[in-house]
């Protein structure tokens, strides 16, 4: 087969099965587009590479399997770093490939040329400048199995314009890139594990996204049943459980129900599966869990130890190790536990004011979960909204809650949800957004418009950037700066603006059944929610602080400490 790096470039693509790339064109990515023209992927026009990079990201966290994404060189690249960051710090397979000046041009501050390569070294699991067409042969099925194996993560390919025209003749193809086989549980590792287990008196399971990355969620709940151990997750873990399952704790850390907390307090064996420690899951970390030993399973071994210094660090695939745990542990209840953690969450519930009134966040919540079914992926943003949800909404299955946890992005939610939509066409996609975060990639509703996907955008709108609000309302003594919209956009005209269905429940006489006629609406459509600016996220760890010293709605807040500032100044 005769034809030139472009063309080889996309072949393969193909080859890996890849149908819809989110990209914004340029001229030194234009031999890609012009291969790409003859091709069956369908290219979804984006209207910021930011934009892009969530769509396929969305893509790839509803999927699980690699998404791509296409930028130029110069701006382009750079408009991308932000998601590919973001993938990077929640372990996504995303192959971003981007154009590059000439290879002749490369350092002599040519147009738009910038050093990708060196941009994205600290933010990629791994990245390549291509040097001939020749080597897209090894790069592009490499590329794919890096990003998929073991710990998911970002690999970037950046191809020069001249590598892209550059002719090839090609006699045989290469495999594409697969991921490769799960990393086994070592014996010894499983046994030591069932006999912590059994020795345990209250144990806790914590899972994360390294469950849904293993597909592993139904044997996290076969290993809880089991043993009857409560099961509480992070942020990015919500879904490995179903919400509504006895023995599932909700989310642990900074906005946690304080009964989850308190139990975590209490427990005398931590199994942490695909975790990582983040500090808004842990608190303080030296006090957390403290009584506890810890048994962590992570597939990468520089989580281990990490942050706390587990009793037994495994390094395997979840899946393998909970299959490897589960042939070894006897079944059995544990009474004195379960009664225990029962009266925990009798006594300090997670408090929803305003759960009947669509115009309060924990209403609003849960209507649209009501209206959205269990089949729905959600999306959200970055902010109290994101928090809200996280509490609220009964999430039942792996891979329904597409959230940006570790970089915390604001803009993640509406280009996400677009993605999901694209790669789940059959699903119901609602993306929970705050008014900060959605004028963030806000150009993206053109891209929704246009590729006609049915998703329901959910504003929550305190004229307030809200959590920073909230922070400064708690820790710095309500000397609010900077936190406050005085502008006040109207979001259901803009989004009309972009040929979108919208409503406003403000204005609407009867918002619950506004709420119900946009769920019945075919396409996109926004529905604008007022919200108090009051309202808060509670209960709360102060960041920094250990997580049983939680604020809660009705205790009095003492003011903030210099040191607490500082700590609340890495939000
Ligand atoms: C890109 C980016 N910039 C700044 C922040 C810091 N930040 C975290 S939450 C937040 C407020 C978000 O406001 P909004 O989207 O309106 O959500 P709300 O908290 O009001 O629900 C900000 C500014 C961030 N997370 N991401
Ligand atoms: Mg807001």
């Not at 490769?180 to 006999?195: E, V």
């Not at 942050?307 to 079944?331: N, S, Y």
Request: with cysteine; glycine share 10%.
């Amino acid at each position: 087969m005769q034809t030139n790096g472009a063309g080889l470039l996309v072949k393969l693509l193909e080859r890996q099965g890849i149908t819809t790339i989110p990209g914004i064109p340029g001229g030194a990515s234009l031999p890609l587009y012009d291969a790409l023209h003859g091709s069956a992927i369908h290219h979804v026009l984006a209207r910021h590479e930011q934009g892009a990079g969530f769509i396929a990201q969305g893509m790839a966290r509803s999927t699980g399997t690699a998404a791509v994404c296409l930028g130029t060189s110069g701006p382009g690249a750079t408009n991308l770093l932000t998601a590919i960051a973001d993938a990077k710090l929640d372990s996504i397979p995303l192959v971003a490939i981007t154009g590059q000046v000439p290879r002749a041009m490369i350092g002599t501050d040519a147009f738009q040329e910038i050093d990708t390569y060196g941009l994205t070294i600290p933010i990629t699991k791994h990245n390549y400048l291509v040097s001939s067409a020749r080597e897209l042969l090894r790069v592009v099925p490499e590329a794919f199995r890096i990003a998929m194996s073991d710990r998911p993560g970002p690999v970037v390919i950046d191809v020069p314009k001249d590598v892209q025209l550059e002719p090839i003749t090609l006699e045989e193809w290469p495999e594409p890139g697969r991921a490769t086989a799960a990393m086994p549980c070592p014996t010894a590792d499983a046994r030591r594990a069932a006999a912590l287990l059994e020795a345990a008196r209250r144990p806790v399971l914590l899972v994360g996204a390294g469950v849904l990355a293993a597909g592993a969620s139904d044997l996290v709940r076969e290993l809880a049943e089991a043993g009857s151990i409560p099961v509480a997750a992070t942020l990015l873990g919500l879904g490995v459980m179903p919400a509504h399952h006895p023995l599932f704790l909700g989310m642990v850390g900074m906005h946690a129900a304080r009964a989850t907390n308190l139990i975590l307090e209490e427990c005398d064996l931590l199994v942490g599966l695909g975790i990582r420690f983040d500090d808004r899951a842990t608190g303080k970390a030296a006090e957390f869990c403290p009584g506890a030993r810890i048994i962590h399973v992570d597939v990468d071994a520089s989580e281990l130890g990490k942050i706390k210094t587990p009793t037994l660090g495994i390094r395997a695939d979840v899946g393998e190790a909970l299959r490897a745990f589960l042939g070894d542990v006897t079944p059995r209840r544990r009474p004195t536990w379960s009664a225990r953690v029962a009266a925990l969450r009798a006594a300090h519930p997670l408090a929803m004011p305003g759960l009947n009134d669509t115009r309060r966040p924990y209403g609003i919540v849960r209507a649209v979960a009501a209206l959205a079914g269990d089949d729905a992926i959600v999306t959200s943003d970055v902010g109290q909204h994101q928090m809200w949800v996280a509490q609220a909404f009964p999430f039942t299955r792996p891979r329904q809650w597409l959230t940006s946890g570790g970089l915390g992005t604001m803009g993640f939610g509406l280009p996400a949800a677009i993605g999901a939509a694209l790669a789940c066409p059959d699903r119901r996609v609602v993306c929970f957004t705050g008014d900060g975060s959605l004028l963030m990639n806000i150009q993206e509703l053109a891209t929704a418009i246009e590729e006609e996907v049915r998703i329901t955008v959910i504003l929550l709108d305190n004229a307030h950037l809200g959590l920073v609000r909230q922070q400064q309302e708690l820790f710095y003594g309500g000397r609010f700066h900077g936190s406050r919209f005085h502008a006040a956009p109207d979001f259901a005209a803009i989004a009309r603006g972009f040929g979108m269905e919208a409503c406003d429940l403000e204005t609407a006489g009867d918002p619950a059944a506004a709420l119900a006629r946009a769920f019945a609406s075919e396409g996109p459509c926004l529905v604008r929610v007022p919200i108090a600016p009051a309202e808060n996220v509670y209960p709360m760890v102060r960041p920094g602080a250990a997580n049983r010293e939680m604020i809660d709605h009705n205790l009095p807040h003492n003011a903030a400490t210099e040191e607490e500032c500082d700590a609340a100044d890495a939000m």
